[in-house]
């Protein structure tokens, strides 16, 4: 019998004596635990200095560095990151494990409960403001600690954590003195300071978005979250893998620079399914796939225009051939609203959580049931303009799904049978 992991760990607390046991001496800004590749899991921290000592089961296991601190040049703004970033795996039969006093949530057996949001950063762009200290312009602190009383057995994000890249405009009160840029000031300020009730609740998988690519914040999450060790050099499509905990996958895809592109998309298309074919003989009976921009979704008004358009067809020929039986539903962002597609069971539906924090966007002007999207007919379709995070409990052999908006309030419920999913009030 596998023990919920609260008490779990409160039990090897208590029978190792974790609070006895010496930390190093380390100023820890940040502190989570991620999701890799074929089950295996990581423990992750930002120090100010020294790498830190991780208690597993009573045994103290220093963390190795990651990531030096550097000053290199950047993009619109130096990119500076006066931190270290740190790891450790976590041992396979690992019960429970402590860092700087404090319990982590190690992985434990199937999820019951999955978290999914995505888009959470505050934007400052040369075309969009958001008055990040305005806790209903910019929500995302709201939506973490409310996310985090649901209290999951794993998180995913579906990427742009990071959208702070012009500095706010002159005499603008809501966004004054933000950071901005690409250095670990907006990382913290976007992401890991606002995210912190979040990553202490449970382990997460991070999916990388198109403001994380190299031309943007692309240091930064190779820095912290990437799944791979730190590389000397920035690069895009670095593959996909699959995580597991217990019998249920995440299979989770680089594709957060696959932007449909205007021309001949085949090389492109070509890359991204090269690292899904390495992977498919892995992915489990059950599993969900996650990319950060949507392999079969539809949005409204292109270039001014109000009418219904797909995005992506890039993935779509990627990914959409072959998909394995086990993944049952297709998890992205990217688009700035809530929006659940279902085919009827001819291929896995999409969902589309882009509602932790950044400007909404348009809903589709049209309906969405009959339309052809990638090929497939649409059978059930809802969409909902609004902030807020998405719980999954599993019910059986089922999912039943909760949209929450930021102050934990339902807003709509879906179910997910197979590869059915069906959403309403």
């Known amino acids: ?148 009383a649901t209290r999951p057995d794993l998180i995913i994000h579906v990427g742009d954590y990071h959208y702070r890249e012009a500095p706010c405009p002159a005499g603008r009160a809501g966004c004054a003195n933000s950071p901005w840029g690409y250095g670990w000031d907006v990382w913290n300020a976007d992401f890991f300071e606002p995210a912190a009730p979040l990553l202490a609740a449970a382990p997460w998988v991070f999916v990388r978005g198109n403001h994380e690519d190299c031309s943007r914040a692309g240091e930064g999450w190779f820095r912290f979250l990437d799944r791979l060790p730190m590389e000397p050099s920035c690069r895009d499509f670095t593959g996909t893998f699959v995580a597991r905990m217990g019998e249920f996958g995440i299979v989770v895809v680089d594709g957060a620079n696959a932007e449909d592109p205007k021309g001949d998309m085949s090389d492109m298309a070509a890359t991204l399914r090269r690292g899904f074919i390495e992977v498919i003989a892995k992915v489990p009976a059950e599993a969900w796939l996650t990319t950060h921009r949507p392999l079969n979704a539809m949005l409204g008004t292109e270039k001014g225009t109000p009418r219904n358009f797909v995005s992506n067809k890039v993935l779509q020929a990627a990914l959409g051939a072959d998909m394995p039986a086990g993944v049952r539903m297709d998890v992205s962002g990217h688009i700035h609203f809530f929006q659940a597609v279902d085919f009827g069971g001819t291929r896995p539906p999409q969902l589309v959580v882009g509602t932790g924090g950044d400007n909404l966007q348009a809903l589709p002007p049209m309906s969405l049931i009959g339309a052809d999207i990638n090929g497939g007919k649409v059978t059930d379709s809802v969409t909902y303009s609004g902030f807020g995070f998405m719980v999954w409990d599993r019910v059986d052999s089922a999912w039943s799904g909760t949209l929450f908006d930021v102050n934990g309030r339902p807003i709509n419920r879906c179910r997910l049978i197979s590869r059915s999913l069906h959403c309403g009030a």
Not at 98 to 109: C, E, I, N, S
């Open 1 to 148: 019998m596998t023990l919920p992991r609260k008490l779990a760990t409160a039990l090897a607390a208590a029978l190792f004596g974790f609070a006895a046991l010496p930390q190093a001496q380390a100023r820890i800004l940040s502190q989570w635990v991620q999701l890799g590749p074929d089950g295996g899991a990581s423990v992750r921290a930002i120090t100010e200095d020294a790498c830190p000592t991780v208690s597993f089961d009573g045994r103290p296991t220093p963390m190795s560095v990651r990531s030096e601190p550097a000053r290199p040049f950047g993009n619109v703004k130096p990119a500076q990151f006066p931190v270290r970033g740190c790891e450790v795996m976590v041992p396979p039969e690992a019960v429970a494990a402590v860092l700087d006093g404090k319990p982590l949530p190690l992985p434990r057996g199937n999820p019951q409960r999955i978290l999914v949001f995505g888009d959470s950063g505050c934007r400052l762009s040369a075309s969009a403001v958001q008055d990040c200290y305005d806790i209903n312009s910019w929500p995302f602190p709201k939506i973490a600690t409310a996310a985090a």
